[in-house]
């Protein structure tokens, strides 16, 4: 399977659906409950990104099978050894401007799925991180195209996204870290 996510396709799924949310704030939303929520099903994340869906029309059924796609492909990044995850936000095709504000959106989405369920936790990185996903949240954006912003942009998405994957981890542990009690004795 391809776990590879595609921007533009989520962003032309999402505008065929009644929704007011943009791909990178529904993605950003869809990781926020993954972090906080150990048994999250689709439709908890279709609930809050969509404001309905007719599964007897065709072209929505094709859409929400597509949704679905996104959500396990999203669930099994998060979840992989490689810390293969990647952001659905607008890549180096787009102008510096695009992918910036998509980051913003995806960081606004993923706090307000942190925000639907209370996180518990005192963990001072995890919280940290938070705090700094929320400052970037409030940036305005006012990018140039050039390279050395580009690179700085770079960097935070980078920063975002093992920032994602560290507050993942602290919240829902991988269980293939857990050894049994029987095992040691």
Known sequence: MNNNLDYDELKDTLHS????????????????FAC?????ALDDWLGEILVSIDLNNVNEKTQHEYLAQIYNNTLIQLNDETLDFQLLIADEDCQLREQAQTLIQWCQGFLVGLGLFKIQTHDEDVLEMIKDFGEIAKLEIDVLDNEKNAQDLNEIIEFVRIGTLLIQETLQPSKQDYISPEILH
Do not use: E, F, R
């Open 17 to 32: 659906l009644n929704t007011d949310d943009t791909v990178s704030s529904a993605h950003g939303i869809l990781c926020g």
């Open 36 to 40: 906080v929520k150990p048994d999250l």
